[in-house]
């Protein structure tokens, strides 16, 4: 497999802008989450998913985000209007769901709002 | 309110001994118990996990150690290689709140030759 695939890995835009960062997670698993790294926070959970239904979105920062998942192949984090405080590193992770069991990551993506 | 706390943001070691790296958690609810590591532009990748149920677990070089009453496990790395430098992450769940990751914020490591 070739694990779990995130695009674009760069990402540049203006303020203001739309922005939409997509995952396809790995074959036969079941849980999607979505991550943010930065400098002040770390690795903060967005959302997660369970067979393609959001299980806890609590933190999802603000209505300028949004995430779906229409199949069990693919999920997107569109963020609308961009601002320049949503630049970080996106990560997107797939798991089988259950406990005990651990994430596998994309390479992310890097975004930058200016 | 920050549940899992890595408290070295970075850690500097000679090739060859050993690195010892420490978390700390304040939810009594979590129950497994997981260390990343990530390079620079890439993601995290699962190095070790352990159950609440065991204080010790082990492979190959990496042994993670857990004290439930303390609220702390602790990764040893021995002996330490140059490909080691990394950003090392602790993670914990709890499984009533399914599989979620709680991280911690990392902790810096580089194996000097």
């Not at chain 1, 849980?31 to 999802?60: A, H, K």
């Not at chain 2, 979590?30 to 492979?59: C, H, M, Q, R, V």
Request: glycine share 8%.
């Amino acid at each position: 497999d070739a694990g779990v695939i995130q695009s674009p890995r760069h990402e540049v835009t203006e303020m203001g802008q739309e922005v939409t960062l997509r995952c396809k997670p790995i074959s036969g698993h079941n849980s999607l989450f979505w991550y943010r790294q930065t400098m002040m926070r770390g690795l903060e959970l967005l959302i997660y998913f369970n067979n393609n239904v959001p299980i806890d979105d609590s933190g999802m920062p603000e209505d300028r985000f949004s995430a779906k998942m229409p199949n069990a192949s693919f999920s997107t984090l569109k963020i609308q209007p961009s601002e320049p405080r949503d630049s970080a590193v996106y990560f997107c992770a797939s798991s089988f769901e259950g406990p005990y069991t651990e994430a596998f990551f994309g390479q992310g993506t890097r975004l930058t709002v200016v | 309110d920050q549940q899992v706390k890595q408290n070295s943001p970075s850690l500097s070691v000679q090739e060859g001994r050993i690195s010892i790296l420490n978390c700390d958690y304040t939810n009594s609810m979590f129950d497994y118990f997981l260390w990343y590591k990530k390079y620079p532009a890439e993601g995290p990748t699962f190095l070790i996990s352990i159950s609440s149920i065991k204080d010790k677990n082990e492979d190959g070089r990496f042994t993670v150690f857990l004290n439930k009453s303390a609220k702390h496990l602790s990764l040893h790395i021995v002996p330490s290689q140059p490909g080691d430098s990394a950003v090392y992450f602790c993670a914990a769940s709890d499984k009533a709140a399914g599989n979620k990751l709680t991280f911690g914020g990392g902790t810096r490591v580089l194996v000097k030759p």
